[in-house]
C-alpha cells in the first residue's frame, strides 16, 4: 500500500515539473510556422506530381490495355490527392501559429508611483498577448 502510494505522488509530481518547463516565445511560434508552411509547400507539390504523373499514366496504360500498369498508375494518382489533402491541415497550421506569434509584443508597462508631493511613473518589461474573440 506504501508503495502504491510512493508511485502515485511521484507520478503527479514528475507531471506537474514536467508541465511547467516550456516556454514560448514570438520566435518560437514563427518558426514553427516556418517549418509547417514549408512542410505543407513539400506535400502539395509532391502530391501533385504524383497525382499528374500516375493519372497520365493510367490514360496511356489504360488505352494499351495492361491491367496491372493501370492499377498502379491509378493508385499513384490518387495517392497524390490524398498526399495535397494532407498538406491542407499543415497550411491552416501555420497561419494559426504566425497570427499567434504576431499577437505576442514586447512592450514597456507604465507604474505609477506616488512620491512625497509628486506622481511619477516607472516603466517595466513586459510580455502581452492579445485574445481575439
Known amino acids: 500500500m506504501k508503495t502504491i502510494r ?21 520566435d518560437y511560434f514563427l518558426q514553427k510556422s ?19 504523373g500516375g493519372f497520365a499514366a493510367f490514360n496511356t496504360s489504360w488505352n494499351s490495355g495492361s491491367n496491372s500498369s493501370t492499377d498502379i498508375a491509378g493508385i499513384i494518382g490518387v495517392a497524390g490527392i490524398l ?19 504576431m499577437s505576442m509584443a514586447f512592450d514597456f508597462k507604465p507604474i505609477y508611483l506616488t512620491g512625497e508631493n509628486l506622481v511619477t511613473t516607472k516603466h517595466y518589461p513586459g510580455l502581452t498577448l492579445k485574445i481575439k474573440i
Open 34 to 52: 516556418k517549418k509547417q508552411k514549408t512542410t505543407a509547400w513539400i506535400l502539395l507539390g509532391g502530391g501533385t506530381a504524383m497525382a499528374i
Open 83 to 101: 498526399v495535397d489533402g494532407a498538406s491542407i491541415p499543415y497550411f491552416i497550421s501555420a497561419g494559426k501559429n504566425k497570427r499567434t506569434a
Open 6 to 26: 510512493l508511485l502515485l505522488a511521484l507520478l503527479l509530481v514528475s507531471s506537474i515539473l514536467e508541465g511547467q518547463t516550456k516556454e514560448f516565445s514570438k
